[in-house]
């Protein structure tokens, strides 16, 4: 995975709550098994009409929207336990999801693919939405070390919390397996160590 530190960028709004892992990768995309290619079908019914053809007012389909941070309404990622789900952000370009409430199994999900889950106020996510139809070019700033998300150059922020081990695991590149294998001196150290304490 690529290190997540801090992430300046535009962002493309997503004001619907309760959006559910159907609709963010529906089923009929689930029989791959490689990772490549879910990122075009991410919110398939919603950003293609029977026709396949562009649905123009869908937000992912808009021009004036870019960038790796997308914000969500509330309960974001809800249903099915999916990791599909987040393949297909993360293949879409999303580093960063933004809403005021995530469901448990896609926040792990999101956490072990590169993506970055921020949980924030409803207050705040309102403020966003706001700001982001004002100005669909404002840049937020996302400050992993510091746990904070901002509008640059803007006095609107907020913190934000995450897990220990899963921020380390960001804040390096590491996916689980890249953790235990960089902890491995350690962990032999550790063998060795209680191997000999309990042959004393």
């Known amino acids: 995975m690529n290190k997540l530190i801090t992430i300046t960028s535009s962002c493309i709004p997503l004001n619907i709550e309760n959006v559910d892992t159907d609709q963010i990768i529906p089923a009929r ?10 990122g075009d079908n991410l919110f398939r019914d919603w950003r293609y009409d029977k026709k396949n053809e562009p649905v123009s007012d869908f937000p992912l389909n808009q021009t004036k929207y870019n960038g790796q941070i997308l914000v969500a309404g509330k309960n974001f990622g809800s249903g099915s336990s999916r990791e599909h789900a987040a393949w297909a952000l993360a293949g879409f370009g999303f580093r960063v999801v933004i809403s005021s409430f995530f469901a448990d199994i896609f926040k792990n999900n999101a956490l072990n693919n590169g993506i970055l889950p921020i949980q924030v106020s409803e207050m705040f996510l309102h403020s966003l939405f706001l700001k982001i139809n004002e100005n ?19 006095s609107l922020c907020e913190n934000f919390e995450i897990n220990t ?8 590149g590491l996916d689980d397996i890249d953790y235990l294998l960089k902890s491995k001196p350690e962990i032999e150290k550790f063998e060795m160590q209680y191997q000999n304490e309990t042959e004393a």
């Open 29 to 38: 995309f689930l029989k791959a098994t490689d990772k490549k290619g879910f």
């Open 136 to 154: 669909p070019k404002i840049q937020l700033v996302v400050d992993l070390p510091a746990q904070t998300v901002c509008i640059q150059n803007e």
């Open 165 to 172: 081990y899963k921020k380390e695991c960001l804040l390096h």
